[in-house]
């Protein structure tokens, strides 16, 4: 017989796990995500409808295009010692299973949101970027240079910010430090993009991107 979880484990269960998402999830911070509709939910409308052969003469038909939704699941396992600990009192119970299958989860969604998830028909903001292309510099001083470059040409295109920049983690760090000339890129950055800097582990590289919505 299976011994039961505690509701003090449970919360210690779901308060890490709630922890770590939130940590890694980054494209819920620029991107609109609605709200949950639960398990039964299968499909999304995309607002648009194609024209099919109508039924009988004189009529005219549509359908809805919609885009089935995807279910990711990370299984883990977390020891019968760990859960109990709870019950004595432990405050820092072993949940290192369960943070790693949080972080793939995250990672899992932020890479199928910016670069597209070929098997489910996920098209990412990448590909379906109309905008030319600005590489990143090799060296962190040219960021500055290359973002005010990639909003201008958002600006030019009719999109109206606020804008972001989402940095993957190797680019975040390289301007979180100060270069060889004491010349600090974060805050010249923060003044370009006034939506922020989001930290991304799970990409390579970076995006501008507006954040008004819609």
């Known amino acids: 017989e299976l011994a039961p979880i505690s509701d003090a484990a449970w919360a210690q269960i779901e308060a890490e796990a709630s922890r770590t998402l939130k940590q890694y999830l980054s494209a819920r911070r620029v991107v609109d995500v609605p709200p949950p509709k639960g398990p ?12 099919i052969e109508a039924p009988c003469e004189g009529a005219q038909a549509v359908q809805h295009a919609a885009r089935p939704l995807v279910e990711l699941r990370v ?32 990672f899992a969604e932020d890479r199928s949101v910016f670069d597209g998830y070929a098997a ?10 109309s905008n030319p292309i600005t590489a990143l510099p090799a060296v962190v001083t040219g960021y500055p240079g290359a973002v005010a470059q990639a909003v201008n040409h958002l600006r030019l295109a009719g999109v109206n910010g606020p804008y972001a920049l989402v940095l993957g983690a190797d680019p975040y ?13 974060q805050p010249h950055l923060e003044r370009i993009v006034e939506g922020g800097i989001v930290w991304s582990p799970a990409i390579e590289g970076g995006l501008v991107l507006s954040t008004r919505g819609g």
């Open 173 to 185: 760090t390289a301007i979180s430090g100060v270069t060889e000339e004491g010349y600090p890129v």
């Open 40 to 51: 039964g939910t299968s499909a999304v409308g995309t607002g648009h409808v194609q024209k």
């Open 120 to 129: 489910a028909g996920i098209q990412g903001i990448r590909q379906a970027a």
């Open 75 to 106: 299984p883990f396992l977390l020891s019968r010692q760990a859960i109990d600990d709870v019950e004595r009192g432990a405050l820092d119970s072993d949940w290192t299973s369960l943070q790693d299958a949080a972080r793939k989860l995250a």
